[in-house]
T-cell receptor, first 111, second 114 residues
Framework: GDSVTQMEGPVTLSEEAFLTINCTYT??????LFWYVQYPGEGLQLLLK?????DKGSNKGFEATYRKETTSFHLEKGSVQVSDSAVYFC??????????FGAGTTVTVRA | GAGVSQSPRYKVAKRGQDVALRCDPI?????LFWYQQALGQGPEFLTY????????KSGLPSDRFFAERPEGSVSTLKIQRTQQEDSAVYLC????????????FGDGTRLSIL
C-alpha cells in the first residue's frame, strides 16, 4: 500500500540556518504530495503541495519538488526563523482519497 | 470563512464509557475524513464520507467505532465501550472534492481514557 517515510527528528537549528527534511514515498500510480505543518497547540495546516512530477510547491519560504525518479519530496527552507518551530508531516494522496502521512519531524529553531 | 471546527477540544472518559466527538466541516465541502493520531505519530485514516454517504470505513479499528454524517454536513465519531488504547487525538478534515484536493483539518479532539 501507499506509504511515506520521512526523516526522524528532532531537528534543532539556529536562526537563519538551512533546513532540509527528507521525505520518500511508495505509491502505485501518480500520487499528489503534500507537506503539512503543526504549530504548538494548533491543528494541521497545509504548507505546500505538488500534484505531478517535477512540480515545485512553495509557501512561506519553504519549497519541495516532486521527484518521480527518486520518489522523493524533500522540504527545504534557506533561512529558518524561530516561528518555524513546529512538527512537519509529509503526506501523499494516491489512487484514492486517503492521505497517508509520515511520522512527522519536530523542528526547533533557536534564536 | 470558518475553518473545520471540532468539539470538544479535550475529552476524558473512564474505560468502558461511550464517547461522541463532533466535527463541523467547512461549509460546502463535500468530503469529510476522520483520522486518529497517536502520540508522536502521523495521523492514520479512519473513515471517509462523500456528502452523507460513508464510502470507506476500512480504517476503523474495531466495531466499537462508528461514524455518521446524516445530513451531509456535521459528522459524529462515536466510540463505544472505550479502552485505554483509544487514547489519541482524533482529527477531522474536509475538502471540496476528494482526489488530489487538499484536506483542511480541525484542531482535533484529544481523548484520554483512564
Amino acid at each position: 500500500g501507499d506509504s511515506v517515510t520521512q526523516m526522524e527528528g528532532p531537528v534543532t537549528l539556529s536562526e537563519e540556518a538551512f533546513l532540509t527534511i527528507n521525505c520518500t514515498y511508495t505509491a502505485t500510480g501518480y500520487p499528489s504530495l503534500f507537506w503539512y505543518v503543526q504549530y504548538p497547540g494548533e491543528g494541521l495546516q497545509l504548507l505546500l503541495k505538488a500534484t505531478k512530477a517535477d512540480d515545485k510547491g512553495s509557501n512561506k519560504g519553504f519549497e519541495a519538488t516532486y521527484r518521480k525518479e527518486t520518489t522523493s519530496f524533500h522540504l527545504e527552507k534557506g533561512s529558518v526563523q524561530v516561528s518555524d518551530s513546529a512538527v512537519y508531516f509529509c503526506a501523499l494522496s494516491g489512487g484514492d482519497y486517503k492521505l497517508s502521512f509520515g511520522a512527522g519531524t519536530t523542528v526547533t529553531v533557536r534564536a | 470563512g470558518a475553518g473545520v471546527s471540532q468539539s470538544p477540544r479535550y475529552k476524558v472518559a473512564k474505560r468502558g464509557q461511550d464517547v461522541a466527538l463532533r466535527c463541523d466541516p467547512i461549509s460546502g465541502h463535500v468530503s469529510l475524513f476522520w483520522y486518529q493520531q497517536a502520540l508522536g505519530q502521523g495521523p492514520e485514516f479512519l473513515t471517509y464520507f462523500q456528502n452523507e454517504a460513508q464510502l470507506d470505513k476500512s480504517g476503523l479499528p474495531s466495531d466499537r467505532f462508528f461514524a455518521e454524517r446524516p445530513e451531509g454536513s456535521v459528522s459524529t465519531l462515536k466510540i463505544q465501550r472505550t479502552q485505554q488504547e483509544d487514547s489519541a487525538v482524533y482529527l477531522c478534515a474536509s475538502s471540496l472534492e476528494s482526489w488530489g484536493q487538499p484536506q483542511h483539518f480541525g484542531d482535533g479532539t484529544r481523548l484520554s481514557i483512564l
